[in-house]
């Protein structure tokens, strides 16, 4: 593999830090999975507009891959080699009344947490034996479950396209044809080894070897934020019973893209912000202040419809899970406090 011709097209962050130096110690390097530098990069490569542009392949291209990775984990999460992660998923420590009681501003509110099993390399490094272990492993699990998390598992290529496309729509399941995960080979033998598992109620969710090999959800309706996190870990306690989740002292949980490593959680809300979307700049002004992104409402790479929004945290690492969910809170009060100013 030859040094990647970047243009001013290509704006993300591997494209910045992938200098020739750093190209030229890597090139050669593989994990025990087989991970090499062209995997790491072939999302960002066939993807100009990517914003991150690179994926791992299991914990140790964290390690082997470093000089790469590193300055992208810090740009993007302003955490260092120094630093440590801490995980805190105390509910008692979250001050997060609903903050739209009128039910006039947030549509519902979703919090999610990639997870991946110890045992197995990251989706992209997968199998198709390893994959659908995994889907066997989890679902099984999750098929346990007992009480309000009680539901069932659902595969992708026993649902019909009407059943899938519904599921999608009500924003309950991941979409098909990702470009970035494509390239990145997180959906090779597709659908086999995909599906979802939820609930009766739909309030509590996983799907099975997307991005990763668990996204561990909980939503509802409307804005009471706290009672979607008991319930997520409720959820999360019940499972880590049952199967063991890559860990690391430094970065926390081990996903396939650097920007979840950490707390691996994206805790949103779809909210209605017809009049201060109006004025990006200070939308973006509060937003930036409490370490927000803004995505469209049919979540990543979309656009919003109507004035509604998906905003959730944007830090993940070094920072626990209640703070994740902490900054969301705090800066929903704020927007929602502005858009009523207007
Ligand atoms: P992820 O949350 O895993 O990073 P996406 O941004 O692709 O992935 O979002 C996944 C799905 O979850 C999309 O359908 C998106 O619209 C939906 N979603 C995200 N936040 C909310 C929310 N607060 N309420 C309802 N659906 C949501
Ligand atoms: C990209 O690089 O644009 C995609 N691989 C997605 C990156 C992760 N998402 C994000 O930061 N919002």
């Known amino acids: ?86 995980s805190n998923l105390n509910i008692d420590e979250l001050d997060a009344p609903n903050p739209d009681l009128k039910g006039e501003h947030i549509l519902s509110t979703r919090i999610r947490v990639g997870r991946n099993l110890s045992d197995f390399p990251l989706g992209t490094a997968i199998s198709k034996t390893q994959r659908d272990e995994v889907e066997m492993i989890v679902s099984t699990a999750l098929n346990s479950l007992e009480g309000s998390l009680a539901g069932k598992y659902y595969p992708l290529y026993a649902m019909s396209e009407e059943q899938r496309l519904s599921l999608v729509k009500d ?24 599906g979802i598992y ?20 909980s939503m509802q309706k409307g804005g009471d934020i706290k009672e979607v996190f008991t319930r997520l870990v409720q959820a999360i306690r019940e499972l880590e019973k049952k199967m063991k989740f890559a860990f690391s002292e430094h970065l926390g ?7 979840n490593l950490g707390t691996a959680m994206r805790a949103s809300v779809h909210i209605a912000l017809p009049k201060l979307s109006q004025d990006m700049k200070r939308f973006k002004s509060i937003t930036d202040k409490y370490h927000l992104q803004i995505r469209g409402v049919n979540g990543e790479h979309s656009q919003s419809e109507g004035g509604v929004y998906d905003i959730s945290n944007a830090r993940r690492l070094g920072v626990t899970e209640v703070q994740c969910v902490q900054d969301m809170h705090d800066g929903v009060v704020e ?8």
């Open 253 to 259: 949980y081990i996903t396939s893209c650097p920007t």
């Open 335 to 342: 927007l929602i406090k502005t858009e009523e100013s207007l």
């Open 1 to 86: 593999m030859k040094y990647p011709k970047f243009t001013s097209k290509n704006s993300s962050l591997m494209a910045k830090f992938l200098t020739k130096e750093v190209f030229e110690e890597l090139k050669d390097a593989k994990t025990k999975n087989g991970f090499t530098l062209e995997k790491a990069i072939k999302s960002g490569i066939d993807n100009p507009d990517s914003s991150i542009g690179v994926y791992a392949g299991d914990e140790e291209s964290y390690e082997l891959f470093a000089p790469l990775f590193d300055p992208i984990i810090q740009e993007y999460h302003g955490f260092t080699r120094r630093d440590m992660h801490a």
């Open 198 to 217: 939820h609930n009766h109620e739909k309030t509590f969710l996983v799907w099975i070897n997307e991005e990763d090999e668990l996204r561990v959800i």
């Open 171 to 194: 924003h309950f399941l991941f979409k098909a044809g990702d470009r970035f995960l494509e390239s990145a080979g997180l959906n090779r033998d597709w659908p086999k080894g995909r």
